[in-house]
């Protein structure tokens, strides 16, 4: 079964040396996975889109190019924050819990906005910026033409930025792949961040991700497992948290922050039979939780930051783990 061997390859890698650059090398050389494809860049550039759609929604006097912006684990290739710089930001802090940035990606990314300028943005129904295709040779470049200022390795759970310094984060399939207890601390660090008037907006994909290399496997296969086996099976190099749509609104509340939007890919019926055969583990049933709160496939979520909110994170478990 594919999922398998990617678990076992990716579980070898992960504890070789310097194993995040035999990865990279994997998904170029082998598995030929970057640089992205079209439609995968497209939907990576869409999403910078969606974020920018839910600012104007709930801050509809902000200005985007005005406002500083903030995103962690912003990987490799930088589709998103180009995009937003595409989209009118002039000024962006993105970091990593380790030195992700690949320039030959990065450049990549640069001569796909600006040979394909016409058609992003009829996919992205924006008015797009006209990127300058010139290739990056460091990160200097990338600050003075783009404003994007990256910082790795650095930890989200305390960063040194600034308090009140941000106006806008922006979190995009990062945090299905953060344990809960860590993700707990850099929440609190994001509410430290963010300026009066700031916003957060998160990107959350709730499926198991082997589904997408895997036919055979459904995106609640791994819901069938205790937290100690699934361990066995979850790779450090793609680690998913595992955690259910109502513990992530948890998490947010219980950090001091108001949430403003959520909007649910609720499972559909097919959804629904696949859950009621699947042996889920009793860590995911609870009484106050229905089949369809279990199913849910991905969650959008938009918050602000309360003042004056004692911060107590409490879940139920399978929070185990760390960033590594």
Known sequence: MKWLAKAAVQGTIGYLPRSHEINYVFQRKVTKRL???????DFHAETAAQHVRALRRHRPRAQLGDL?????????????????WALGANSQVLIDIRDNVRLELVNHTLSQFSARHESLERRLGEPLRHVDGRPITSLQDLETRFG?????????RATGLPTASID???????LEHIPAGDLADILTEIRRLLAPEGLMSSLIDLQDHYSYIDGSVSVYHFLRYSDRVWAL??????????LRYREYLALFRSAGFALLSEEREEPDDEDLRTLASTPIHPRFLHADWSLQDI?????????EAQEDVPVAVELRGGGAGAIS
Do not use: K
């Open 35 to 41: 640089p992205r494809g079209e439609e995968d860049f």
């Open 68 to 84: 500083r912006l903030y995103e962690f684990g912003s990987g490799w290739d930088l589709i998103g924050a180009i995009a937003q």
């Open 148 to 156: 994007i200022r990256y910082l790795a390795p650095l930890d989200a």
């Open 168 to 174: 806008f984060v922006t979190s995009t399939f990062t």
């Open 233 to 242: 099976l979850n790779p450090r190099l793609q680690w998913q948290s595992r």
């Open 295 to 303: 199913g849910v496939r991905s969650l959008a979520v938009v918050a």
